[in-house]
């Protein structure tokens, strides 16, 4: 019998994108950290499961013309932005012939047992709450559910309504905000394995019945098919006075509106970003459950960030393991994953004009020291451009980073100032964090507004790594 079933993966991210051409599957290839390289990680084609209308699924390797390097294109022949679309794959355990089995479930699998795809259920629940989340209205809640068999392969819209019993709903009952579909593939010799394909929205944005008054004066234009939101709602209008005094509005400044010195109200402006669940059951009370998160296109995707979900994941579950001395001993996996962050630093480095940031902050939080109106505190001095470079922060910051990659760089540097890390870098969760004080990471905002900073299971997988190699060159270690 199956006694046991999960999604793989467990956390899927979808990527808004308008062509009706899915991104194409690819992995990280190797970064280029040559001295005088790009420091980009570079991207390669990887298979990839095409699904077509009526739920056939084959597999192909993306084409390489003859002669190129290998490339993924992330956008279509129209400059339009590929959809990334999550495939979840259901797992299992299961008993047969008196042997414990684990692994994707298929069709025979199923039928073993007595069943068939029309007793494996889908149900997909996504919502976009932002307005909720600023108005505390239910009328401003946006919800899909879309259920589907597992002989069923014709894609299901998702399509986003506001509850209809709550006072001046949003999505008025009549309407629809697409929130994208999801499409059950027919497994097949080749292709065996029970999955669900998810779809995202196009990357749009709606808006109320009446926005051309809402935004006279202004450059908000919506085509018509999108002026779909119902203009008595709480959201269309809610009152943007005051913001900073409500952490739910943090950073200020976000709202389509906010900058009308004469409405100061919300403008009533939804987007078709969503999350939400996506549920696998079989009869006997079986079910797994993943989560699905919607998110803007990739505009760098050859640069992984410094501080990934992964990286959040870690620091709430695997956060102690770092205090372990027994963990800092394991050299080799230490040093891999040391090796890995500061590869994704530089690569960070590479997608930020440091030198702009810098001037931001230096406008946004300086301190006007001469009393002539000029903010002169700045978190880095403004150097004057070195041997033609205007950028000189940013091409300063890029050299010294490509350096650090190499371990044995960064290794002597900490032998010979011990207290580096502790002194450059930025702790996480100060009680008075300075955005002007230097450290890295350096004129970086975070999401709450206030400087940005490493995890602290990163940070103190640092500190300790730095630690770790002061003790060893000790006399007598």
């Known amino acids: 019998m199956i006694d046991r079933i999960w999604l793989y993966p467990p956390l899927a991210i979808a990527r808004l994108g308008p062509s009706p051409m899915p991104c194409d599957n690819y992995s990280w290839g190797p970064s280029d950290l040559s001295p005088r390289g790009s420091g980009k990680t570079t991207v390669v084609p990887a298979p990839t499961l095409d699904l077509a209308p009526d739920g056939s699924l084959t597999e192909r390797l993306p084409e390489i013309p003859e002669g190129m390097p290998a490339v993924a294109l992330f956008k279509d022949d129209e400059d339009r ?29 199923l039928a073993e047992f007595g069943l068939t795809l029309a007793d494996l259920g889908w149900k997909v629940a996504v919502a976009n709450l932002k307005a909720h989340h600023y108005t505390q209205s239910d009328g401003d809640r946006v919800e899909a559910l879309t259920e589907v068999r597992g002989d069923e392969n014709t894609p299901r819209p998702l399509a986003g309504r506001s509850p209809q019993g709550a006072e001046n709903p949003l999505v008025p009952a009549d309407r629809s905000l697409p929130l994208g579909f999801v499409q059950v593939p027919a497994p097949n010799d080749a292709l065996p394995e ?28 919506l085509p018509p098919q999108r002026l779909i939101l119902d203009p008595a ?28 010195s004469d409405k100061q109200e919300s403008l009533g402006l939804v987007d078709d970003i969503c999350d939400g669940t ?77 030198d702009v940031q810098n001037e931001r ?25 070195l041997n033609g470079v205007l950028l000189a922060l940013t091409d300063g910051g890029r050299r010294r980073h ?20 502790r002194r450059v870098i930025r702790e996480p969760v100060e009680d008075a964090p300075d955005y002007l004080d230097g450290r ?6 975070g999401a709450d ?12 997988l640092l500190t300790g790594w730095a630690d770790s190699l002061r003790e060893n060159t000790e006399p007598g270690s």
Request: proline share 10%; aromatic share 8%; net charge negative.
């Open 278 to 354: 996506v549920t696998a059951t079989l009869p006997g009370g079986l079910e797994a459950t993943a989560r699905i998160v919607v998110s803007p296109p990739d505009f760098a995707p050859d640069r992984r960030p410094f501080v990934s979900i992964a990286d959040g994941l870690a620091d709430r579950v695997e956060r102690a393991e770092v205090k372990d001395p027994a963990y800092l001993a394991e050299k080799p996996l230490t040093t891999l994953e040391i090796r890995d962050l500061f590869e994704r630093i530089l690569e960070t480095m590479g997608n930020i004009n440091v």
């Open 233 to 260: 709602a709480l959201w269309c209008g809610f009152p943007l006075q005051n913001t900073s005094d409500d952490p739910r509005t943090v950073p200020g400044g976000l709202f389509a509106g906010a900058e009308i």
């Open 194 to 221: 029970l999955r669900l394909r998810f779809t995202p929205g196009a990357g749009a944005v709606y808006g109320p019945t009446d926005l051309e008054a809402r935004a006279e004066g202004t450059d908000y234009e």
């Open 81 to 109: 932005w590929r959809p990334v679309c999550p495939y979840f794959e259901l797992h299992g355990t299961w008993t047969s012939g008196g042997s414990r089995r684990t692994g994707p479930l298929t069709e025979a699998v």
């Open 402 to 421: 490509r350096r650090y990659v190499a371990l044995e760089v960064l290794e002597d540097l900490l032998r010979e100032q011990p207290d580096l890390i």
């Open 361 to 385: 902050v230096r406008d946004e939080f300086g301190e006007d020291l001469d009393g002539d109106g000029v903010n002169d505190r700045g978190p880095l001095p403004v150097p004057a451009p």
């Open 449 to 460: 507004a206030g400087p940005f900073h490493l995890t602290r299971r990163q940070y103190d």
């Open 440 to 445: 890295m990471p350096v004129a970086m905002r």
